[in-house]
């Protein structure tokens, strides 16, 4: 019989809620403040917990945060509880850790309802978005290719205007690689193809220059409630993850604040350079770019994906300063390179940063962006069978582009292995096999 424990410090709430549970089939656990929940918690590891947000000794955000960092209850379903339905009140409990938030008064039956449809195990089970994806075949799919600053027109029509944004599914996750504004459209392709069911997405943010966050407060599924969205990202260099995507949708700046929109969202920043979303395993570098900025190599059942849409090898640059000879940064910068071999090698796709053809780049060292020469030496020696070229500059038309592609290929062919090689295209999917 699976257990719940319910802490409220209403008595006749807790009394009401627990007949009614009791007889669906469920054992009653009761505890008048959270203090004493936080016991019976761990004495009894229950399958759910109903618990009340504001409660003498311990109240329900401090519940729900203690669980959280308890090892042995960190996947125990949590549903908050509250007569005060405020935005903030709802957003600060997922916040906390909890699963899903109920206002008072609880409609049992849909209580029941809810209960029933996230435990198994003591884990909540899959949302919707999840057990849809997956049935579908491990996939990357482009919605912003374009670097800096959108560039709509005529002249980009072919591989689109949109800043950086990638949709993969793998293993019942979607998992979008940074929020530049082709995260609307994205937002909107999902809208449509799940109909109202909840969305479960994670989103892994790069760094957070402009151009890889400026989409999400376009993103429509941050305005449904059912949805729970989870930012991931490192700290920036001033300011912190979660102040950035606040900080963009402050007035003056945004009629909306991030505090303001219904779904649930947590933001959290890494600290590990290994990490797992899902069944899907991740690993992070630092990339040469200003600020701090990552690149993400993630290991799916079907291969492995290769993220690193800013990037300039670390050999075009000279010495960065007389202190130093000529040999000692030509030996840090082989060093440096070949960690990024290592970090993408065999990889199945590899997007990659090539932003410049190689006359371009000679006006650009330093700037943190790669050439097209530069990304095919890098796929071959760390041998990559498929490469997308990423991060359009704004300047280059679609021609320019197709022409960077077909030197790609000849400098691919030059070399006489299997490398395919990809400018990034919006709404081109990728499917690993």
């Known amino acids: 019989m699976k257990s719940v424990l319910i802490i409220d410090d209403d008595s006749d709430f807790r009394s009401v809620l627990g ?10 656990i009761e505890a008048p403040d959270g203090e004493v929940g936080l016991r019976l918690a761990r004495e009894h590891r229950p399958a759910a917990i109903l618990c009340d947000l504001l409660m003498p000794r311990t109240n ?11 090892s042995t209850l960190r996947h125990t379903l949590i549903l908050a509880i509250s007569g005060k339905g405020f935005p903030t009140t709802r957003q600060s409990a997922f916040e906390a850790g909890a699963d899903e938030f109920l206002h008072k008064p609880v409609n049992p039956e849909e209580l029941v309802a809810m209960l029933e449809g996230m435990t198994g195990s003591g884990k909540a089970v899959e949302t919707t978005s999840r057990v849809q994806a997956a049935t579908m075949p491990v996939s990357v799919r482009f919605w912003g290719v374009r670097g800096s600053i959108p560039t709509p027109g005529p002249s980009t029509a072919k591989y689109g205007g949109n800043t950086s944004c990638v949709e993969l599914r793998a293993d019942g996750e979607l998992i979008i690689l940074d929020s530049g504004t082709g995260i609307r459209p994205l937002g909107q392709a999902l809208a449509a193809e799940f109909k109202g069911q909840p969305l479960d997405l994670t989103i892994l943010i790069t760094h957070t220059h402009w151009d890889h966050v400026q989409g999400f407060p376009f993103f429509k599924p941050a305005y449904d409630a059912r949805n729970r969205i989870r930012i991931l990202g490192y700290e920036g260099a001033r300011e912190g993850l979660a ?18 929109l219904p779904s649930h969202i947590v ?44 990037n300039e090898p670390f050999y075009r640059r000279g010495a960065p300063t007389k202190l130093v000879t000529k040999d000692q940064a030509t030996d840090f910068a082989r060093a440096e390179d070949r960690k990024m071999v290592e970090f993408i090698q065999d990889a199945d796709v590899l997007i990659l940063d ?25 796929a071959i020696q760390a041998g990559v069978k498929r490469l997308f070229l990423f ?4 300047n280059h038309t679609d021609d320019k582009i197709t022409s960077m592609v077909e030197s790609a290929r000849k400098l691919a062919a030059e070399k006489k292995g299997k490398l395919v090689v990809e400018a990034a295209c919006e709404g081109e999917r990728c499917e690993l096999k």
């Open 19 to 28: 007949i009614f549970l009791k007889q669906q089939g469920w054992q009653i």
């Open 60 to 70: 329900g955000f401090q519940v729900c945060a203690a669980l959280r960092s308890d």
């Open 243 to 260: 102040n950035v995507f606040t900080g963009q949708m402050e007035s003056p700046y945004f009629p909306i604040g991030l505090s303001e």
């Open 267 to 310: 933001i959290e920043e890494l600290k590990d350079l290994e990490f797992a979303i899902g069944k899907v395993k991740v690993r992070a570098a630092f990339m040469n770019h200003p600020g701090v900025c990552m690149g993400y190599r993630l290991f799916t059942s079907a291969g492995s994906i290769a993220y690193l849409p800013d």
């Open 354 to 378: 090539a932003q410049y053809d190689n006359d371009e780049y000679k006006s650009h060292s330093g700037w943190g962006h790669g050439c097209v020469d530069d990304a095919v030496a890098l």
């Open 391 to 394: 991060h359009h500059d704004p």
